[in-house]
């Protein structure tokens, strides 16, 4: 029970020290380790990353569309249209991973503000 304890203050104290953004791209960065991982897994890892990644951007759209939300109404449009071409993505029978993961990584980038690892993904999907 102590080692519960320890590792919770050892996370609220990590967090503490990095701005919400940061906390917020990490998210997309955990999404995409699990789309990377499970390329070669079985079918239930799979839609295990799958669904979480479904989750996110459900979370994504709605947070965009919230009135109280902050964010210029372009920037939002901008976003709920990506989460948009991502569920759809996620809907196929093979989806993209490569179409995924790189939306991620530039949403993760663009929350950081550093640049993407990999080419801008294209948003014909």
Known sequence: MADHRHAAQAYQTASSNRSL?????????????ALRACRGGDGLVRAR????????????SDLVIDPENALP???????????????????RPEPDFDFLIAVNENIAAGLSRTAPAAAPA???A
Do not use: H, P, T, Y
């Not at 791209?25 to 955990?30: I, L, P, Q």
């Not at 109404?73 to 809907?91: K, P, T, Y």
């Open 21 to 33: 953004r940061e906390q917020e791209a990490d998210v997309f960065r955990r999404a995409n380790g």
């Open 49 to 60: 990353a799958l669904a979480d990644n479904r989750r996110l951007w459900l979370l994504v």
């Open 73 to 91: 109404i372009d920037l939002r449009a901008a976003i709920a249209s990506v989460g948009r071409a991502v569920q759809r993505e996620m809907q």
């Open 122 to 124: 294209k948003m014909s």
